[in-house]
T-cell receptor, first 115, second 112 residues
Framework: DAGVIQSPRHEVTEMGQEVTLRCKPI?????LFWYRQTMMRGLELLIY????????DSGMPEDRFSAKMPNASFSTLKIQPSEPRDSAVYFC?????????????FGEGSRLTVL | RKEVEQDPGPFNVPEGATVAFNCTYS??????FFWYRQDCRKEPKLLMS???SGNEDGRFTAQLNRASQYISLLIRDSKLSDSATYLC?????????????FGGGTRVLVKP
């Protein structure tokens, strides 16, 4: 079975450019999460959706970041304009229901470098 | 203060030895606890849940101390393949959903 699919796997861009990261969750999973991981700050939750509806976006750093989930099988995380401090690995994860079971299924991540 | 804190390590462990490390959490309302494993340049994966009474999964033992607000993980008979970063994860249920908060991770290096 396919897991969570993210694209691109790697992206190098210049400061000021728009970046769009994509995620396809596991079919049937109701929850979708976007995390960012850096050496300094570890794994941070940016936003999560339940049944395509954003539930908590308090982790989104600023207005330059936006996330959408137009349907159950697709989500995007957009950064516009990008800055060097946005360089990180961005993970998308999904889960089948309430996460008190603790099991999130992560994609392989999108490694972003902003020059 | 971070919500979930871990000793970043690394813990250098001889193969076959036992290693244990803790994680502390700040919110006493936290309800569920987990350990994830993350290999270098890979995604995190669930290792095991942590139950109030403590639980084992093969060579791995997890403990929860609610009074002192810490979680521990013990690895017995360490294998080279246990080398990874171990992430402590805490969940708090909210009315509109829930979210998992990850610690910064403890790096373990098992050496021959």
């Amino acid at each position: 079975d396919a897991g969570v699919i993210q694209s691109p796997r790697h992206e190098v861009t210049e400061m000021g450019q728009e970046v769009t990261l994509r995620c396809k969750p596991i079919s049937g999973h109701d929850y979708l999460f976007w995390y960012r991981q850096t050496m300094m700050r570890g794994l941070e939750l940016l936003i999560y959706f339940n049944n395509n509806v954003p539930i908590d976006d308090s982790g989104m750093p600023e207005d330059r970041f936006s996330a959408k989930m137009p349907n159950a099988s697709f989500s995007t995380l957009k950064i516009q304009p990008s800055e060097p401090r946005d360089s990180a690995v961005y993970f998308c994860a999904s889960s089948p229901g309430a996460t008190n079971t603790g099991e999130l299924f992560f994609g392989e991540g999108s490694r972003l470098t902003v020059l | 203060r971070k919500e979930v804190e871990q000793d970043p390590g690394p813990f250098n462990v001889p193969e076959g030895a036992t290693v244990a490390f803790n994680c502390t959490y700040s919110n006493s309302a936290s309800q569920s606890f987990f350990w994830y494993r993350q290999d270098c340049r890979k995604e995190p994966k669930l290792l095991m849940s942590v139950y109030s009474s403590g639980n084992e999964d093969g060579r791995f033992t997890a403990q929860l101390n609610r009074a002192s607000q810490y979680i521990s993980l013990l690895i017995r008979d360490s294998k080279l393949s246990d080398s990874a970063t171990y992430l402590c994860v805490v969940s708090m249920i909210k009315a509109a959903g829930n979210k998992l908060t990850f610690g910064g991770g403890t790096r373990v290096l098992v050496k021959p």
